[in-house]
């Protein structure tokens, strides 16, 4: 099945430093999703990406579609402490029965020091 | 007014039992997933389900079976818990095909 290689692990930033993360994967996906997850709950939606090349923003984040369908970027500026949680990416395939289910990259733990 | 709810939050219970964990959705959405998240956090697919088809990963144990009464429920049975099994289930739903999953709280299951 498809893998997404997700970098780095795990990072701990100063407060106001701004952090990027991103995901490669050896297949194509139609759509890419960044979620975050803070302790005790569920991955929440941060960002969708639908076309090739698309650079999409939400507050402080950034995320970016790589052209060759096979990456994705996320950048957080100017950190905060509540930015702290799990980043995760995810593929979407949307091409057939079965093959529209999330594959997740194994996640970015951030950590921001006050 | 939780958009995706899930009980129980956590789950203790005995190698071999059978339990179930329950999972609602307010949304009006069309398809439900399972996901298992073990204690590294790599969250898998286990199953996706809407009104047409039920879609299994193949490397779920036929121990667990989805069961929905209807479109707004999902629930996980799992029979003969083993060790293993501990980890934190997330139900999930979309609109359609739709990318943006909303995912419940979790229920942080623990065999003993």
Redesign the interface.
């Known amino acids: 099945g498809q893998q997404l290689n997700q970098s780095p692990q795990s990072m701990f930033i100063q407060e106001g430093e701004d952090v990027s993360m991103n995901c490669t994967s050896s297949s194509i996906f139609n759509t890419w999703l960044w979620y975050k997850q803070e302790p005790g709950e569920g991955p929440v939606l941060l960002i969708a990406l639908y076309k090739a090349g698309e650079l999409t923003s939400n507050g402080r984040l950034t995320a970016q579609f790589g052209i060759t369908r096979k990456d994705s970027f996320l950048n957080i500026s100017a950190s905060i402490p509540s930015d702290v949680g799990i980043y995760f990416c995810a593929g979407q395939l949307n091409s057939g029965a079965g093959s529209y289910q999330l594959t997740f990259g194994k996640g970015t733990k951030l950590s921001v020091i006050p | 007014d939780t958009a ?1 709810s899930q009980t129980p939050k956590y789950l203790v219970t005995q190698m071999g039992n059978d339990k179930s964990i329950k999972c609602e959705q307010n949304l009006g959405h069309d398809t439900m ?1 399972w996901y298992k998240q073990d204690s ?6 286990m199953f ?1 389900y809407n009104n047409k ?1 039920l ?1 299994i990963n193949e490397t779920v144990p036929n121990r667990f079976s989805p069961k929905s009464p209807d479109k707004a429920h999902l629930n996980l049975h799992i029979n003969s818990l083993e060790l293993g099994d501990s980890a934190v289930y ?1 139900c ?1 739903s979309s609109r359609g ?1 739709s ?8 229920t942080r299951l623990t065999v003993v």
């Open positions: 995706v997933y590294k956090k790599f969250l898998k697919i996706s088809e879609i997330f999930a095909h990318g943006g999953y909303t995912f419940g709280s979790g």
